[in-house]
């Protein structure tokens, strides 16, 4: 009896060993580092890469912001701000210009081009120009920034302050590129949010170091991500006009003074003369080629004539008696 007792105490202890043995290498795992989810979500960082960490951020932002699907239906401004507004999205141009005029005076085109600019609030972003040898402005380049809103006004007046040559106008659509940079944006944003909540309750340098890796690398996507934003939003609410002036070509008037006496005549009569020669010598050279084929065909024509005439006049010969 004692012994089959000893027999199922040795069983059960036997069970409790192999029952708690996965429970203490789970626990020893865990202090190594993250504990629970947390070990998951790092791991899950630093062997996934950017596509692991982009669907968690994705799924986030999705929750936050409604995702992106949500967002492109949604009003959004240049630089990516939800208005909250819903309906359609409001039409992201990015628009040129560019107009050539032919001004009498080019310093009054140019200060007229810059009051064009001031009155619509925008402004000039480069200028030059180039002068004669008097120092009179002959040509100049301006580049403006106008506000997009404005665009078309611009265009109209800056065309009235001369002559227009040249004017032409385009506008590129963006607002596809504007809505998924902000949508890239907000995500990113909701990654790096979640990256930092695995930083603070790392527990080891190994995840330390897994994690901070992966936030360095989000942080910089980051910034790219806002540098693009800021562009598109500076193209899109200020638009570019190159206007390109130049100076009327003056007319030269050549005042002739009527002039009298000896040296007067005497020049004039000269001039009459040359004007003579210059006349008979432009007649033989126009009559010297003619006077050549004559010489070439009237010569021989000459000698046969002259012959045949000789002929006819000798007298036959007297008949024998």
Excluded at 118 to 141: E, F, K, M
Excluded at 177 to 191: H, I
Excluded at 280 to 305: M, Q
């Amino acid at each position: 009896m004692t012994t089959r007792t000893t027999r199922l105490r040795l069983a059960g202890a036997l069970c409790l060993i192999t029952l708690l043995a996965p429970v203490a290498a789970c626990s020893s795992s865990s202090s190594d580092g993250l504990t629970g989810s947390d070990s998951v979500g790092a791991e899950s960082f630093a062997d996934g890469g950017a596509d692991g960490a982009a669907d968690s951020s994705a799924d986030v932002a999705g929750g936050s912001a409604g995702g992106p699907d949500t967002l492109s239906r949604r009003s959004v401004t240049a630089t990516g701000e939800d208005t909250g507004t819903g309906g359609a999205i409001a039409p992201q141009l990015i628009s040129t210009g560019h107009v050539s005029l032919q001004a009498d005076d080019v310093d009054d085109a140019v200060a007229g081009a810059r009051g064009v600019a001031a009155a619509l609030g925008g402004t000039v972003s480069d200028a030059g120009t180039r002068a004669d040898s008097d120092g009179t402005a002959v040509q100049a380049d301006l580049t403006l920034r106008v506000p997009a809103a404005s665009f078309d006004e611009a265009m109209e007046e800056l065309g009235s302050l001369g002559v227009r040559l040249d004017s032409t106008a385009s506008s590129e659509d963006v607002t596809t590129q504007v809505v998924d940079t902000a949508v890239r944006v907000r995500v990113q944003r909701a990654s790096i949010r979640r990256i930092e909540a695995l930083l603070d309750r790392a527990t080891s340098i190994r995840a330390v170091v897994q994690v901070e890796s992966q936030l360095t690398r989000r942080q910089a996507d980051l910034t790219s991500l806002l540098r693009q934003q800021a562009a598109l939003a500076d193209r899109t609410s200020l638009s570019t006009i190159t206007v390109d002036v130049r100076r009327t070509p003056a007319e030269v008037v050549r005042e002739t003074e009527e002039a009298s006496g000896f040296l007067a005549g005497l020049g004039r009569g000269w001039d009459g003369l040359v004007a003579l020669l210059t006349g008979l010598a432009t007649t033989a050279g126009v009559l010297l080629p003619f006077a050549v084929l004559l010489a070439v065909l009237g010569v021989p024509a000459a000698l046969v004539v002259r012959r045949l005439r000789r002929r006819r006049g000798t007298p036959p010969p007297a008949a024998a008696a």
